[in-house]
C-alpha cells in the first residue's frame, strides 16, 4: 500500500510546496511576480499561460486553491500519477490558451483553472465510462465542491474565466482519455 500511495502523496505536496514557497516569495516582493500572471490577448503575456496556476494574489486566494487541489489532485491521482500529469498539462496549457483568447482584460493568476479542470475531469470521467468507481468518485466531488457550479458564473474580481475554462478542458480530457481506450481495447490481439 505505501509503495502506491507514497509516490502520490509526493506529487501532490511538491505541487503544494512550490506553490507555497513562490506566494511566500511574491508576497516577500510585493507580488511582482504576479506580473508573470495570464494577460489576454498580450503576445508578451503568453508564458503566462504556463505560469498562472502558479501563481496567486494573496496567501488567503492560495489557501483556497490549494485545499481543494489537494482534495481532487488526490482524488484524480486514484487512476495513476502518469496520468494526472497529462490531464494536468492538458488542463493548464488549454485553459490558459482559452483565457488567453477570450479573457476579460487584466492579469489572471491562480491555480483554479487547474482545480476545477481537476473537478471537470472526475465528472468527465463519470460521465464517459460510467464505471462504479468513477461515479463514486464524480459523487464525491459533488458532495464537497457541488458550490463550483457557482464559480462558473462571471463574477467581479474572480476570474470565472478560468473556472469555466478549466472544468471544459477537465471534461474534454476525460472525453478524449475514453477515445484512447477505446482506440487501445481495439488494436489488442484476439485469443483464439
Given at each position: 500500500m505505501t509503495l502506491w500511495l507514497l509516490p502520490r502523496l509526493k506529487l501532490l505536496f511538491g505541487i503544494a510546496?512550490?506553490?507555497?514557497?513562490?506566494?511566500?516569495?511574491?508576497?516577500?516582493?510585493g507580488y511582482s511576480l504576479n506580473r508573470f500572471g495570464l494577460i489576454p490577448r498580450e503576445v508578451q503575456a503568453l508564458p503566462g499561460i504556463a505560469l498562472a496556476p502558479w501563481l496567486h494574489g494573496s496567501w488567503l486566494h492560495l489557501f483556497g486553491n490549494l485545499s481543494g487541489f489537494m482534495v481532487l489532485g488526490a482524488l484524480a491521482l486514484?487512476?495513476?500519477?502518469?496520468?494526472?500529469?497529462?490531464?494536468?498539462?492538458?488542463?493548464?496549457?488549454?485553459?490558459?490558451?482559452?483565457?488567453?483568447?477570450?479573457?476579460?482584460?487584466?492579469?489572471?493568476?491562480?491555480?483554479?483553472?487547474?482545480?476545477?479542470?481537476?473537478?471537470?475531469?472526475?465528472?468527465?470521467?463519470?460521465?464517459?465510462?460510467?464505471?462504479?468507481?468513477?461515479?463514486?468518485?464524480?459523487?464525491?466531488?459533488?458532495?464537497l465542491y457541488g458550490g463550483f457550479f457557482y464559480g462558473l458564473l462571471p463574477q467581479q474580481g474572480v476570474s470565472f474565466?478560468?473556472?469555466?475554462?478549466?472544468?471544459?478542458?477537465?471534461?474534454?480530457?476525460?472525453?478524449?482519455?475514453?477515445?484512447?481506450?477505446?482506440?487501445?481495447?481495439?488494436?489488442?490481439?484476439?485469443?483464439?
Open positions: 510546496a512550490v506553490m507555497v514557497v513562490l506566494q511566500l516569495i511574491n508576497s516577500l516582493d486514484l487512476e495513476s500519477r502518469a496520468e494526472f500529469i497529462r490531464a494536468s498539462l492538458f488542463i493548464i496549457v488549454f485553459s490558459g490558451v482559452l483565457v488567453w483568447l477570450f479573457g476579460r482584460t487584466g492579469i489572471h493568476v491562480g491555480s483554479s483553472g487547474w482545480l476545477f479542470g481537476l473537478w471537470g475531469l472526475l465528472l468527465g470521467r463519470a460521465w464517459f465510462r460510467r464505471s462504479l468507481a468513477d461515479l463514486l468518485l464524480a459523487a464525491l466531488a459533488l458532495v474565466e478560468y473556472h469555466l475554462a478549466g472544468a471544459l478542458c477537465g471534461g474534454l480530457y476525460a472525453s478524449w482519455q475514453r477515445g484512447g481506450q477505446k482506440r487501445r481495447t481495439r488494436k489488442r490481439p484476439r485469443q483464439g
